[in-house]
């Protein structure tokens, strides 16, 4: 760089190089006018100066200086690698990438571009060429660990996960028998996980079973690794060992659902469908009671039963689950049980519970076939949970009848107006709910979930001015719309662009949905930064994840409704 300046102008062109890497832009742009003054067509110069502008906000000039910097020195690796950099910063990432290849055409061993071209390749999904440069960057530096780490993930990434494990194995041949040191072996252990899951991936479970087994003592998160172990003896068909180790789970975490799904799948007792036999049933009726003497506090064990149990003993059950519950006062135990209502006759069952439980603590004051006293609230929270269960079931009336009942009997408890709100809303009447909801968040200024709920509810009744107002409650100073756009704030915005679309304010409604896209846009983009960062910090198996989830980031429900939005919003 800067080779054809005299030892002088060489030096500043270094120091140019620096002042960028640290971010000294003004030191650095002193410094290349110092050098132009003598050589004013330097093209290396030029385009330092120019990335140095870019910098500062000076895009124009940028572009400008660069392209001069290229047109100068064509042949420069630098001005063409400047180039390419500016692009990026642009996310222009395909013009980026012809820039590198030109700059690889003229110092084709390059470090520093081959790397920064693998980076553009793995976000362009490029895994071909991701491929051929990692390659490329492992037979010039075979001694750094990133680029063996690099290479296994690029064949991984292009579907061949035999080749990445072939490469891992080569990389671990070259490492010593006591390694990891101490401060690496996090990072090691992770590796070891990767390769094992990689094995997985290709089927291979046994020797995936084995190598787990042979280096467990390097292997530092001991929960991934049971969790893998047990994995792979359910696909070798070992069922009673991995029955074992999920027993050995749940006494690590008893509320995990899928250690409790995965031993009944191992005691083939698990249907997706949902559909249980009346043998099978009894079956499971008996392991969880099992269960629930080992772990009598885990919420999971007493949760679960309610899924598959029918009749009589599903009614028992739902007794012996709600009736604490209604007694400490938990506000979410109808969205905890909601999911049965989609199972036929357990509605049914609930609903008569709970009339039963209401009936017996308001005459007696205790549960039916109870000695002890309740607290008064219990019979509140069985009013609150009947408020919602007839809201469930489309019976407007006699919900409002049940939440009126609860905020009488007790008025300060915030969660009521909420509920009474939702009701309105499904009853049809917008500026009730809105005004209720207001209401609940008056009650607590300093809750910002209430103050969400509310601002929803203003949405929904088409107040968008008074929603801005309350959102900017929760905002930096004086501005709201800026401070919830940085915040990704997207229901808000899809909820704001489907209010003015109602009122026809098309401008507006476009310009909220088009914000929804921006949002995932930048999702896309911020995968960038992970990609040498994953590597390095040898995180592999949630950077895999993360390309996996970017790759199908444009399922999302909230990015279709922006599309419709903004389809509907720009065709009228």
Same mark, same amino acid.
């Given at each position: 760089?800067?080779?054809?300046?005299?030892?002088?102008?060489?030096?500043?062109?270094?120091?140019?190089?620096?002042?960028?890497?640290?971010?000294?832009?003004?030191?650095?742009?002193?410094?290349?006018?110092?050098?132009?003054?003598?050589?004013?067509?330097?093209?290396?110069?030029?385009?330092?100066?120019?990335?140095?502008?870019?910098?500062?906000?000076?895009?124009?000039?940028?572009?400008?200086?660069?392209?001069?910097?290229?047109?100068?020195?064509?042949?420069?690796?630098?001005?063409?690698?400047?180039?390419?950099?500016?692009?990026?910063?642009?996310?222009?990432?395909?013009?980026?990438?012809?820039?590198?290849?030109?700059?690889?055409?003229?110092?084709?061993?390059?470090?520093?571009?081959?790397?920064?071209?693998?980076?553009?390749?793995?976000?362009?999904?490029?895994?071909?060429?991701?491929?051929?440069?990692?390659?490329?960057?492992?037979?010039?530096?075979?001694?750094?660990?990133?680029?063996?780490?690099?290479?296994?993930?690029?064949?991984?990434?292009?579907?061949?996960?035999? =080749?990445?494990?072939?490469?891992?194995?080569?990389?671990?041949?070259?490492?010593?028998?006591? @390694?990891?040191?101490?401060?690496?072996?996090?990072?090691?252990?992770?590796?070891?996980?990767?390769?094992?899951?990689?094995?997985?991936?290709?089927?291979?479970?046994?020797?995936?079973?084995?190598?787990?087994?042979?280096?467990?003592?390097?292997?530092?998160?001991? #929960?991934?690794?049971?969790?893998?172990?047990?994995?792979?003896?359910?696909?070798?068909?070992?069922?009673?060992?991995?029955?074992?180790?999920?027993?050995?789970?749940?006494?690590?975490?008893?509320?995990?659902?899928?250690?409790?799904?995965?031993?009944?799948?191992?005691?083939?007792?698990?249907?997706?469908?949902?559909?249980?036999?009346?043998?099978?049933?009894?079956? #499971?009726?008996?392991?969880?009671?099992?269960?629930?003497?080992?772990?009598?506090?885990?919420?999971?064990?007493?949760?679960?039963?309610?899924?598959?149990?029918?009749?009589?003993?599903?009614?028992?059950?739902?007794?012996?689950?709600?009736?604490?519950? #209604?007694?400490?006062?938990?506000?979410?135990?109808?969205?905890?049980?909601?999911?049965? @209502?989609?199972?036929?006759?357990?509605?049914?069952?609930?609903?008569?519970?709970?009339?039963?439980?209401?009936?017996?603590?308001?005459?007696?004051?205790?549960?039916?076939?109870?000695?002890?006293?309740?607290?008064?609230?219990?019979?509140?929270?069985?009013?609150?949970?009947?408020?919602?269960?007839?809201?469930?079931?489309?019976?407007?009336?006699?919900?409002?009848?049940?939440?009126?009942?609860?905020?009488?009997?007790?008025?300060?408890?915030?969660?009521?107006?909420?509920?009474?709100?939702?009701?309105?809303?499904?009853?049809?009447?917008?500026?009730?709910?809105?005004?209720?909801?207001?209401?609940?968040?008056?009650?607590?200024?300093?809750?910002?979930?209430?103050?969400?709920?509310?601002?929803?509810?203003?949405?929904?009744?088409?107040?968008?001015?008074?929603?801005?107002?309350?959102?900017?409650?929760?905002?930096?100073?004086?501005?709201?719309?800026?401070?919830?756009?940085?915040?990704?704030?997207?229901?808000?915005?899809?909820?704001?662009?489907?209010?003015?679309?109602?009122?026809?304010?098309?401008?507006?409604?476009?310009?909220?949905?088009?914000?929804?896209?921006?949002?995932?846009?930048?999702?896309?983009?911020?995968?960038?930064?992970?990609?040498?960062?994953?590597?390095? =910090?040898?995180?592999?198996?949630?950077?895999?994840?993360?390309?996996?989830?970017?790759?199908?980031?444009?399922?999302?429900? @909230?990015?279709?409704?922006?599309?419709?939005?903004?389809?509907?919003?720009?065709?009228?």
């Amino acid at each position: 760089m800067g080779a054809s300046l005299p030892s002088k102008e060489a030096n500043l062109f270094k120091l140019i190089v620096k002042s960028y890497e640290t971010k000294q832009y003004k030191k650095g742009l002193k410094a290349a006018d110092a050098i132009l003054k003598k050589f004013p067509e330097h093209g290396e110069t030029l385009s330092m100066k120019g990335l140095t502008l870019n910098c500062m906000d000076r895009k124009s000039e940028a572009y400008e200086l660069v392209r001069l910097g290229v047109k100068n020195d064509i042949k420069s690796h630098v001005c063409w690698h400047v180039y390419g950099l500016l692009y990026r910063s642009d996310r222009e990432y395909r013009e980026a990438i012809k820039c590198y290849r030109n700059a690889l055409r003229i110092d084709p061993d390059n470090i520093e571009i081959l790397r920064d071209l693998s980076l553009l390749q793995a976000q362009m999904r490029d895994l071909t060429g991701f491929v051929e440069t990692r390659q490329q960057l492992l037979t010039l530096k075979p001694n750094h660990r990133m680029n063996w780490i690099g290479f296994a993930v690029s064949h991984h990434l292009n579907s061949n996960g035999s =080749k990445a494990v072939e490469i891992l194995e080569a990389y671990e041949g070259t490492l010593e028998d006591d @390694y990891p040191p101490d401060n690496e072996r996090c990072e090691h252990g992770e590796m070891l996980l990767y390769k094992i899951s990689l094995l997985e991936e290709c089927g291979s479970f046994e020797r995936a079973l084995a190598e787990m087994h042979k280096k467990e003592s390097k292997i530092v998160d001991k #929960l991934a690794y049971k969790e893998q172990e047990v994995s792979l003896l359910v696909k070798i068909g070992r069922l009673e060992e991995a029955a074992e180790l999920y027993r050995a789970l749940l006494s690590m975490n008893p509320d995990n659902y899928s250690y409790y799904e995965g031993l009944q799948k191992c005691l083939g007792l698990y249907r997706d469908n949902g559909n249980y036999s009346s043998g099978e049933i009894d079956e #499971l009726d008996a392991l969880y009671k099992s269960l629930a003497q080992q772990y009598t506090w885990s919420s999971a064990v007493k949760r679960i039963p309610l899924d598959f149990l029918q009749g009589e003993k599903f009614r028992e059950a739902a007794f012996n689950y709600v009736r604490p519950l #209604l007694t400490k006062g938990v506000p979410s135990l109808f969205s905890d049980l909601s999911p049965l @209502y989609d199972q036929p006759g357990k509605a049914d069952i609930l609903e008569q519970l709970i009339l039963e439980l209401e009936h017996s603590i308001g005459t007696t004051g205790k549960y039916p076939g109870r000695e002890e006293k309740e607290p008064p609230s219990t019979l509140l929270w069985t009013l609150f949970f009947l408020a919602q269960h007839y809201d469930r079931r489309g019976q407007y009336d006699v919900a409002l009848s049940k939440i009126d009942e609860a905020i009488e009997h007790t008025p300060t408890v915030i969660d009521l107006y909420s509920v009474k709100s939702r009701i309105l809303k499904h009853a049809g009447d917008l500026a009730a709910a809105a005004a209720l909801a207001d209401e609940a968040r008056c009650m607590d200024l300093a809750d910002r979930y209430v103050n969400s709920e509310c601002v929803k509810r203003m949405l929904q009744a088409d107040q968008v001015s008074l929603a801005e107002k309350t959102a900017a409650l929760f905002t930096k100073d004086g501005d709201q719309h800026n401070n919830l756009h940085d915040m990704q704030c997207m229901w808000y915005e899809l909820a704001s662009g489907e209010s003015y679309f109602r009122q026809g304010d098309l401008g507006r409604a476009l310009k909220k949905f088009l914000a929804v896209e921006k949002h995932y846009a930048d999702i896309t983009e911020d995968q960038f930064d992970f990609h040498s960062y994953c590597l390095r =910090k040898m995180t592999l198996r949630a950077y895999v994840e993360m390309l996996k989830f970017q790759d199908r980031l444009h399922s999302h429900a @909230y990015f279709h409704k922006a599309a419709a939005g903004a389809i509907s919003a720009g065709a009228i």
